[in-house]
């Protein structure tokens, strides 16, 4: 059984960053796509940014050239480095793991995957 945790969230101003992390428990965690979801109420949880397996990366538009995602796998462990944080980006934040082919992944295509509990990231102006 999966299970991911993640933590770093918090409240920053306007311009500061904050680093997410997601810890894997479970078998596979190297072989997972890997991902980064938000969602604010009343909205679709939408994709942030992803990895493969093979560590290629792909980002939501929102995201680019702000934010960062890799992965540790020697200590089954997901990141977001975000960067440069606008209000906008106040949101809860869910770490993902799915089985899904590598055109899946860079899309945000995650079915039949495993969540987190969240972490909220608040942007004041």
């Known amino acids: 059984q999966v299970q991911l945790e993640e933590s770093g969230g918090g409240s920053v101003q306007a311009g500061g960053s904050l680093r997410l992390a997601c810890r894997f428990s479970?078998?596979?965690?190297?072989?997972?796509?890997m991902g980064w979801f938000r969602q604010t109420p009343g909205k679709e949880r939408e994709g942030v940014a992803s990895?493969?397996?093979?560590?290629?990366?792909s980002y939501a538009d929102s995201g680019k050239g702000r934010f960062t995602i890799s992965k540790d796998n020697a200590k089954n462990t997901l990141y977001l480095q975000m960067n440069s944080l606008e209000p906008e980006d106040t949101a809860m934040y869910y770490c993902?793991?799915?089985?899904?082919?590598?055109?899946?992944?860079?899309?945000?295509?995650?079915?039949?995957?495993?969540w987190g509990q969240g972490t909220q990231v608040t942007v004041s102006s």
């Open positions: 990895i493969n397996s093979d560590g290629s990366t």
């Open positions: 993902a793991a799915s089985g899904v082919p590598r055109i899946y992944c860079s899309r945000f295509i995650f079915r039949d995957n495993y």
């Open positions: 479970g078998y596979g965690y190297s072989s997972y796509c």
